[in-house]
């Protein structure tokens, strides 16, 4: 695959904050791409960096393999959906649109045509002449997508682009990104705290925090296999425990010794486990390598999701059948299905209790 | 309840506006009849139009009024797109400052403001007059004196020097309150730093430029104390007219039709601008 972008040993400090800390990142040709990480990871500012509204402090930027370091803004082959759109108000819906054109003198049949096109593509037909101050969220978001579509851009950069919508219209724009993005075969940089919304559109999440890339990877490999504890409690819900790795193969957690499919820690080196809520087994209490007591079931439509006392840890367990709360239980948890994750830069992971079952959910 | 507290100023502008602004009108359109009655006319406002003969030596017949009224729109116009063209980069070089420096301009500006406006236009008399500052520097310099006290020249400096904080505050409001993304959603769309300026910038300063076009203009082309001091006893504007009329030549009817004039000259003016107004930006406001 073709290398469309290519972000080197980028680092950027603001006085004594350092904001981006040696990232390096490549995109590749009509990939869907989002940077995934809390507020103040630097998910933005690398955004920033690639539409040249910033300039790093070290490192460089690539396009098609040249540098676009110095490339003001206005001369990069990219366009930018901002946060919150940045509508011109003193122009309507079909000004907003045709502004990238006119700058670039096209021919007025050519801009209207464009206009036109662009407006049945977001849906927004007939829509030409109306103020966009008189426009709801999710329509001027429509119309940001359309002005920045109109320039024919080989990249396109997303800023938090749904964060103002409600949840169901936030649902429907999500598809029809990714929707447009595989029809258009153009390159999506998009930029989210939002999880569940990376999982659902990306062809790749690069997880961000502290300014730096944890982990880059398909959805279904950050979720399954996540780098570290940050990462699993970042994408979906997690129990995150502290274990002790006997040898290969075998762990030991929550006072109970677990077969795994990992290996090549040293011997009885303390380790984060990352246990996904549907991957614990509620069994009965004999049968169970863990016994504990449920605490409170909670019924989330899709299945019930269950909180046990276990060892001095509170587990989030999601299942479809529900146990009910007071009942002892035991609790089985399949070798594939524990994640064993080497401590964050030695850091001692203190969280435990119903901290360490925290989801990114929230 | 709210009601209420607006009562007083509503009394307020009762007794010290409309009341004498009725009174004006009044006196515009009636005169003493030769009995001693008043009587309903229109002879003051066809007076102000009509050719006269303005002294004894001077047999050329002129519309020496009408004149004067085109004089006064030429140096509010004047003196209007000169505080324009100086006070809108200094508005827009103050939005761009740090929050310290955009203080100690803003103070700059306003500290003017705080001495009296007799006191700071009489100051350009002795900096204007021909021992004044500014030819003694010229002479010190060798260079010839100028003399331009009691000219339009000195009439038009003081007053953009007097306007110009009306001019850029609006201005620098309304830069102020703009989306700072508005302009880099523009770079982000190919425009380079003119076409930002002439596309977005300008059109979304538009109200501050036109409340600042309309806070020089108004009090520019009504001035008498300015005219009075830079441009001499001789030297008429509509404002002047107005108040020799008043306190020197006691002509209240002539003076009031004057005013009228005056007043519906504002109030075209303000018709025309409000028309560049509409559509450009709908739910913005224009008052600072």
């Given at each position: 695959m073709n290398r469309i972008i290519d972000l080197v040993d980028v680092s950027m400090t603001y006085g004594k904050q350092t904001v981006l800390n040696h990232v390096d990142l490549y995109i590749n040709q009509n990939e869907f791409l989002t940077l995934l990480?809390?507020?103040?990871?630097g998910k933005t500012t690398t955004l920033r960096i690639i539409g040249g509204f910033e300039q790093p402090t070290t490192g460089d930027v690539l396009f098609n393999g040249t540098s676009i370091l110095h490339t003001p803004p206005h001369k990069r082959p990219l366009n930018t959906i901002f946060q919150r759109y940045a509508?011109?108000?003193?122009?309507d819906v079909a000004g907003n649109v045709a502004f990238g054109l006119k700058i670039k003198k096209k021919p007025r049949e050519v801009i209207n045509k464009k206009i036109a096109d662009m407006l049945r593509l977001v849906n927004l037909e007939g829509y030409e002449s109306r103020s966009t101050l008189s426009l709801s969220g999710g329509q001027q978001q429509r119309v940001a997508i359309a002005r920045a579509l109109a320039n024919e851009p080989q990249v396109l950069l997303l800023d938090e682009p749904l964060g103002a919508l409600d949840l169901q219209l936030r649902k429907e724009m999500q598809v029809e990104l990714k929707n447009m993005q595989r029809e258009l075969g153009i390159t999506f940089v998009f930029v989210t705290h939002d999880q569940e919304e990376a999982l659902t559109m990306s062809d790749t999440i690069a997880v961000m925090n502290e300014g730096r890339i944890l982990q880059i990877g398909k959805p279904e490999d950050i979720y399954n296999e996540p780098k570290n504890a940050f990462v699993a409690r970042f994408i979906g819900e997690s129990n995150i425990l502290e274990g002790i790795m006997r040898e290969d193969f075998r762990v030991s957690f929550a006072n109970a010794e677990f077969a795994c499919i990992d290996k090549g820690f040293a011997q009885n080196e303390a380790v984060d486990i990352v246990v996904r809520p549907e991957d614990v087994r509620i069994c009965a209490q004999n049968e169970g390598r863990v016994k504990g007591r449920v605490t409170q079931v909670i019924f989330k439509g899709v299945h019930y999701e269950m909180h046990v006392e276990a060892q001095g840890f509170l587990w989030k367990i999601h299942s479809t059948v529900q146990a009910p709360a007071g009942e002892e239980v035991g609790l089985d948890i399949a070798p594939d299905l524990i994640h064993v994750m080497k401590k964050e830069n030695g850091k001692r992971n203190t969280e435990s209790g119903i901290k360490g079952a925290e989801g990114s959910a929230s | 309840m709210k009601r209420l507290f607006a009562y007083p100023y509503i009394l307020w502008m009762g007794i010290f506006i409309v009341v004498p602004l009725l009174l004006v009108v009044y006196y515009s359109v009636t005169a003493t009849g030769p009995d001693g009655n008043t009587i309903f006319t229109f002879d003051h406002f066809r007076r102000f139009f009509a050719p006269i003969?303005?002294?004894?030596?001077?047999?050329l017949r002129e519309r020496i009024f009408v004149s004067v009224a085109l004089r006064s729109i030429r140096l509010a116009l004047q003196s209007t797109g000169i505080c324009l063209l100086l006070g809108y980069p200094v508005a827009y070089i103050m939005t761009r400052k740090e929050y310290s420096e955009k203080s100690v301009l803003l103070f700059m500006l306003l500290v003017p403001m705080w001495m009296n406006f007799l006191l700071r236009t009489y100051a350009w008399l002795t900096i204007l007059e021909r021992n004044g500052l500014v030819n003694q520097l010229l002479s010190r310099m060798g260079l010839p004196m100028i003399d331009i006290l009691y000219t339009d020249a000195a009439v038009l400096l003081g007053m953009v020097y007097n306007f110009l904080p009306f001019m850029i505050l609006p201005i620098y409001t309304s830069l102020k309150k703009m989306d700072p993304r508005l302009i880099e959603a523009a770079q982000d769309l190919g425009a380079g730093g003119v076409s930002v300026f002439a596309r977005v910038v300008f059109p979304l300063s538009l109200p501050g430029v036109i409340s600042g076009i309309t806070m020089v203009f108004m009090p520019g082309a009504a001035t008498f104390i300015i005219s009075n001091l830079l441009?001499?006893?001789?030297y008429f504007l509509l404002g002047n007219l107005v108040e020799m009329q008043f306190?020197?030549?006691?002509?209240w009817h002539f003076g009031s039709a004057i005013a009228v004039i005056m007043m519906l000259l504002m109030v075209a003016s303000m018709v025309i601008l409000s028309l560049f107004d509409k559509g450009e930006n709908q739910g913005r406001s224009t008052i600072i």
């Open positions: 990480g809390p507020s103040g990871c509508l011109f108000p003193h122009l | 003969t303005p002294g004894m030596d001077q047999p441009g001499g006893q001789q306190l020197n030549v006691g002509d």
